[in-house]
């Protein structure tokens, strides 16, 4: 056969910023791993931005095999795609794969079903299931039904009487090293636009089985491990082409798709290669990552050996043991967490806990003392997901919805929307997710409270924003937990409630019954571009934090202070120098975060009676009476050239409006963006109330 062009697409919204912004990795290997095994008249074309699919499919004849990666974040744009290239293409064959696809039969023939453009699905790993199904369509004449009838393994498909033909998954590969790298070839050099972050993986499967996870499948429980050498190669590559495109348009960080990154030894060979380019590259400077849930001493040397680029994880999901017994997850213990959080702190790696509201078993009480217990072992950043019911894991099947009483309401994916032309036609996709807002044990109620709670710990507690005050609390041995409380209960009679109560309304207001209603919704042009323009479908918990952080530090350090203020007089610490040393801390650290977006290039100053600086940075001081000052000193805040950089490139990727500041907030190591201190003999006047801080009520 001389020519049989395949495409494979790894689509993402691009309307609003591109919203899934790494490079196509995975339908990379699908191609490698193809082209290796079988001779092939034309090499297989990969597409991630829909503008480039939609050029090339009315530029020319459509490909012979069009194949599309299912994700939470693009099955509709893909699927939408699929049906008109099959309206106006009948004869092309349409494959999905990838890992939101439902578990039991019965609701993968309804998936299929209301996906009829699709005339094969890869059901698991895809690498050598595609090379199958490619192998059998030439032998075969391009014919789909032909190759329905030999149920192939991992090709799932419904047959010609619209029943389910699922025969089981194909075996995983064992040696990974069987894909040839799709970095080295050369085949994703065009996806090093400067707005794609490069996805490395250097194993894959999971030996946990947590149910609201794919990977928790037992198909997915044995791991496999690309060699060191394929990876530092990769890394290498990757490098040394992130250097040469590096620009203030450029983006420079990177997403490790491995699910327990640091959790085994060869992890620690990575990390040296990372840290050998980040010497001969300046990349990455900061990597997206989940670290591993076991082994925490050797996933700490690997945050160690990347000095920050990192983010240590002690994701718990759940204290709670009825929760934990629900979902089948055993977590490290709460001993070994204080321990891990801890030395994060020491080593000044950010570090963060994930927790998930609305598990089987959650309630407000469960919620809240998971949350205690982590801001209790000292993370920087506690990570509230809710309850996202992912196709493929064992929670989001209707037999645990029904056995946990879950009430299900559907949202919009913040920026997966967008409005496509294509064939003289409009496509309108919008991705839609299925979370859990209560169950049996939590009423929707309380998740609102919940919801509620996780807005003052994103704001009060999240990347340190105030860390000099948490530091004091902990050499008081006052509860950072109940001091978040007092600032919620005290929230309600200032400038910052309508923040709150906005929040609370968007997070009611972006909630479905019916997702029936919802795509019908959807499929209006006028809808999508609300979206779009940020009026509808925003992460609420990032955007509203955002709107406190940018517009209203001046509120939020009078808060911090006045829900301060009880607690030192109830633990018998009250007197008027800590008061003003209070007041003085909270200045400081308001200085160091104040407009940094909106005039990186402005020095601020501000007078103190106290070594603020020492107090915040030396972690061998454990009094502030220790940290007096002989006579008032001048503090310049003021960004580096390198903080400036980052800003820029970030406001430049992501956007400068509150939804792209948002964004960056969730992607960056905030507090590496927080202005520098040193101290100067002078004092400007920016604003003239902020000179004197100690003098503020």
Not at 140 to 154: I, R, T
Not at 224 to 252: C, F, L, P, Q, W
Not at 604 to 619: A, Q
């Amino acid at each position: 056969m001389t020519d049989m062009p395949i495409w494979l697409c790894d689509l993402t919204y691009t309307q609003q910023t591109v919203a899934a912004d790494t490079m196509p990795m995975a339908i990379g290997c699908i191609a490698e791993y193809t082209e290796k095994r079988l001779r092939l008249g034309a090499p297989i074309e990969l597409f991630k931005y829909p503008e480039d699919l939609i050029k090339a499919l009315e530029s020319g004849p459509p490909p012979q095999i069009l194949g599309f990666s299912n994700y939470c974040w693009n099955l509709s744009l893909g699927s939408d795609m699929a049906r008109a290239v099959k309206e106006a293409a009948p004869h092309t064959v349409i494959v999905f794969g990838g890992p939101n696809y439902p578990l039991p039969d019965e609701e993968r023939v309804t998936f299929l079903r209301e996906h009829p453009e699709i005339d094969f699905y890869l059901a698991g790993e895809g690498e050598a299931a595609f090379a199958d199904l490619v192998e059998a369509l030439r032998a075969h004449h391009f014919d789909p039904e032909s190759v329905k009838q030999l149920a192939l393994p991992s090709i799932h498909c419904l047959d010609a009487d619209g029943n389910g033909v699922f025969p089981a998954k194909r075996d995983r590969l064992v040696e990974l090293d069987e894909i040839p790298s799709p970095y080295t070839s050369g085949r994703l050099d065009k996806f090093f636009d400067g707005k794609l972050m490069p996805l490395l993986q250097t194993n894959r499967g999971c030996p946990f089985s947590c149910t609201f996870c794919v990977e928790g499948d037992s198909y997915y429980s044995k791991i496999r491990k690309y060699s060191t050498e394929r990876i530092h190669a990769d890394v290498e590559y990757i490098g040394r082409h992130m250097h040469a495109i590096r620009s203030d348009r450029s983006r420079n960080d990177l997403f490790i798709a491995d699910s327990n990154f640091g959790m085994y030894a060869g992890d620690i060979d990575t990390c040296h290669a990372l840290r050998k380019t980040r010497e001969d590259y300046q990349w990455p400077e900061y990597i997206n990552v989940a670290t591993g849930k076991n082994s925490k001493e050797r996933v700490i040397e690997a945050a160690e050996l990347l000095d920050g680029a990192l983010r240590l994880s002690g994701s718990v999901q759940s204290l709670d043991a009825t929760v934990l017994t629900n979902i089948r997850r055993k977590n490290i213990s709460v001993e070994q967490l204080v321990e891990l959080g801890l030395h994060a702190n020491r080593i000044g790696v950010n570090s963060y806990s994930e927790i998930i509201l609305g598990l089987p078993g959650d309630s407000k009480i469960a919620h809240y003392d998971t949350i205690r217990q982590v801001i209790d072992a000292g993370f920087n950043f506690v990570l509230p997901w809710q309850l996202m019911l992912i196709n493929g894991s064992e929670l989001a099947t209707q037999s645990h919805k029904q056995l946990y009483q879950m009430d299900v309401r559907y949202r919009i994916l913040p920026r997966c929307f967008g409005s496509y032309p294509l064939f003289g036609k409009t496509i309108n996709s919008a991705e839609i997710e299925e979370i859990c807002v209560a169950n049996a044990t939590l009423p929707f109620e309380d998740y609102l409270e919940c919801r509620r709670l996780n807005l003052f710990v994103a704001i009060f507690y999240n990347d340190s924003i105030f860390s000099g005050l948490l530091k004091l609390f902990r050499l008081l041995d006052i509860s950072i937990f109940d001091w978040i409380l007092a600032v919620m209960e005290s929230s309600r009679l200032t400038s910052l409630d309508a923040v709150v109560t906005e929040f609370l309304h968007a997070t009611r207001d972006e909630l479905w019954s019916s997702r029936a209603e919802l795509e019908a919704f959807c499929r209006d042009t006028e809808a999508i571009q609300r979206y779009v323009r940020g009026e509808l479908g925003r992460n609420n918990l990032y955007y509203f934090r955002t709107l406190a952080i940018t517009q209203q530090i001046d509120s939020l350090k009078d808060l911090a202070l006045h829900a301060a203020l009880p607690m030192l007089r109830d633990t018998g610490h009250d007197n008027a120098e800590l008061r003003r040393f209070v007041e003085e801390l909270l200045e400081y650290h308001a200085l160091r975060i104040r407009d940094v977006f909106t005039e990186p290039d402005r020095a601020l100053t501000g007078e103190f009676n106290y070594d603020l600086l020492r107090f915040d940075k030396d972690s061998s001081v454990t009094s502030y009476t220790s940290v007096r000052a002989d006579n008032p000193r001048t503090y310049r805040f003021t960004l580096d050239d390198g903080q400036r950089d980052l800003i820029r490139r970030n406001l430049i990727v992501h956007g400068s409006d509150s939804v792209g500041i948002a964004r960056i907030l969730s992607r960056v190591f905030v507090k590496k963006l927080y202005r520098q201190v040193d101290e100067t003999g002078e004092i400007d006047s920016y604003p003239p109330s902020l000179s004197s801080p100690h003098e503020l009520a």
